[in-house]
Each structure stands twice: as structure tokens, then as C-alpha cells.
T-cell receptor, first 118, second 112 residues
């Protein structure tokens, strides 16, 4: 399978602990995105990378959140000192940048990593 | 930033009936527009996309959407609903080289 993969699929942690999620994008894609989705809501943009450069970060990404993509391939999203409000599905997606009709920027999503903070 | 509004958080139709899910975007420049579907505990799957090549776009599973610039709309339709269409549907917009923004979603229920 050459789709986007995320690990772990489920994570239960206690408040105050640190958690890390990993995303492996489609290998040809140089853009990688992180979104957060809570129950009954659409995905909320967190951040995105083009190759190893982090190009944009949402205001939602507090200083407890950090994302990296050190070699322009896989990415990690770390949440420090987790809070109950961090409970959500964390979605990773990858794409080519928009270049016209052939590459129109559609995102390819992984299955998500569900975080539960007790 | 681009914003997307989906009218109706929940739509219920009978099997075989027309499906209409509404999406409006706010922008003076039409963005690229997308519809995604999400089944429980899964990621999002692309249904179809508008990229200015044609205003009526056909997607997978019999869905189609029509871009109407005058109404800033991109509504999703399907002539005849199947039970397997029950899912959450998201409209999304992408400005050139920017991030993709999603609507709040519409949950489609199909009654037998």
C-alpha cells in the first residue's frame, strides 16, 4: 500500500504526558499537512511543510505543539503536557503543490491518529 | 483566508431519493473546490474536485457537483441515494499554494 500512513492509530494518555504521532506521506509528495478534527467538526488546519520547510502554522498550534519533517519525508507531531482539550483525531495528508490542471493540490489523507487524554 | 460554509449539519434521505448537500465559499477569486467523504474512524477520501476546467464535475460513486460563480456555490448531488452513501461529507477550498480549508461537514443518513 503506497498511501499515507499514520502511527499510532489510537493513543490513550494521562493529562500532562507527552505524545508523538508519526506520518509517512506518499513518497512522491513534497507537501505534508497536519489537521485536527474533533467530533462533529471538519478538519482544522494546524501546519504544513513543503519538503523539510514548515511554511505555515495555525494559531491553534500552541507552544505545546511542535511538528517536524527533518528530511522532507516522514513527519512527527508532538504534543507536550497534554490537556483534555487535546483529545481529537489528528489527520495527516500529503499532496503535490498546485501547478495547474495536472496538480490541483488535492490532499490524500491517512486514517488518522485518535488521541484520548484522560 | 478562504472560508467554506456547509448548510445543514445533518441531511436525511430515503434510499433512492435525490441527495443534495450544500456548500458555499467566500472569495472574490474562485478557488479550487473539493468534496471529500469520511466513513467512521477513517480518513477523508476525495469524491470530486473543481479546477476551472468544467463547471459540472463528476466524481466517484455517482456523485457530481456544479460550480456556480454567481452564487459562490458548489453543491453536491446524487440522483439516487444508496445505503452505502451514509457518511460525513466535507466541502473544502484551496487557494493557490495555500492550505486547504474545510467546512464543518454534513452527515448524510439514508433511510431504507
Amino acid at each position: 500500500d503506497t498511501g499515507v500512513s499514520q502511527d499510532p492509530r489510537h493513543k490513550i494518555t494521562k493529562r500532562g504526558q507527552n505524545v508523538t504521532f508519526r506520518c509517512d506521506p506518499i513518497s512522491e509528495h513534497n507537501r505534508l499537512y497536519w489537521y485536527r478534527q474533533t467530533l462533529g467538526q471538519g478538519p482544522e488546519f494546524l501546519t504544513y511543510f513543503q519538503n523539510e520547510a514548515q511554511l505555515e502554522k495555525s494559531r491553534l498550534l500552541s507552544d505545546r505543539f511542535s511538528a517536524e519533517r527533518p528530511k522532507g519525508s516522514f513527519s512527527t507531531l508532538e504534543i507536550q503536557r497534554t490537556e483534555q482539550g487535546d483529545s481529537a483525531m489528528y489527520l495527516c495528508a500529503s499532496s503535490f503543490p498546485v501547478t495547474g490542471i495536472s496538480n490541483t493540490g488535492e490532499l490524500f489523507f491517512g486514517e488518522g491518529s485518535r488521541l484520548t487524554v484522560l | 483566508a478562504q472560508s467554506v460554509t456547509q448548510l445543514g449539519s445533518h441531511v436525511s434521505v430515503s434510499e433512492g431519493a435525490l441527495v443534495l448537500l450544500r456548500c458555499n465559499y467566500s472569495s472574490s477569486v474562485p478557488p479550487y473546490l473539493f468534496w471529500y467523504v469520511q466513513y467512521p474512524n477513517q480518513g477523508l477520501q476525495l469524491l470530486l474536485k473543481y479546477t476551472s476546467a468544467a463547471t459540472l464535475v463528476k466524481g466517484i460513486n455517482g456523485f457530481e457537483a456544479e460550480f456556480k460563480k454567481s452564487e459562490t456555490s458548489f453543491h453536491l448531488t446524487k440522483p439516487s441515494a444508496h445505503m452505502s452513501d451514509a457518511a460525513e461529507y466535507f466541502c473544502a477550498a484551496l487557494r493557490y499554494n495555500n492550505d486547504m480549508r474545510f467546512g464543518a461537514g454534513t452527515r448524510l443518513t439514508v433511510k431504507p
